[in-house]
């Protein structure tokens, strides 16, 4: 995992985690961000995570949705990870992150 996704990455543990942490302004830039994906890996991603409203449900059952393997469905959400790290957007949304 590059610098770029581990960055994004600690933003979305901490909506989970600490939600109240995170600014209103940047949850909702979150949630446009999220738009960039196509709306299966959107509902696999935030529900993956738990964040943005959506239950957290557990890999093997994100996967089962999909009719995929486990590994089949990681490299999906890895490969959505990096695709919103390295975008202009989650560059901007960044910025705002203290």
Same mark, same amino acid.
Request: aromatic share 6%.
């Given at each position: 995992?590059?610098?770029?996704?581990?960055?994004?990455?600690?933003?979305?543990?901490?909506?989970?985690?600490?939600?109240?942490?995170?600014?209103?302004?940047?949850?909702?830039?979150? !949630?446009?961000?999220?738009?960039?994906?196509?709306?299966?890996?959107?509902?696999?991603?935030?529900?993956?995570?738990?964040?943005?409203?959506?239950?957290?449900?557990?890999?093997? !059952?994100?996967?089962?949705?999909?009719?995929?393997?486990?590994?089949?469905?990681?490299?999906?959400?890895?490969?959505?990870?990096?695709?919103?790290?390295?975008?202009? !957007?989650?560059?901007?949304?960044?910025?705002?992150?203290?």
């Amino acid at each position: 995992m590059d610098k770029y996704t581990k960055e994004l990455l600690s933003v979305l543990v901490k909506m989970k985690l600490s939600p109240q942490s995170i600014d209103s302004h940047v949850t909702h830039n979150m !949630e446009h961000l999220f738009n960039l994906l196509s709306e299966n890996n959107r509902y696999d991603v935030l529900h993956y995570f738990g964040i943005l409203d959506c239950e957290q449900l557990s890999l093997s !059952e994100i996967a089962l949705s999909r009719n995929i393997s486990e590994e089949q469905m990681i490299q999906i959400i890895d490969k959505c990870l990096r695709q919103l790290a390295i975008s202009p !957007e989650w560059q901007i949304i960044k910025q705002h992150i203290h």
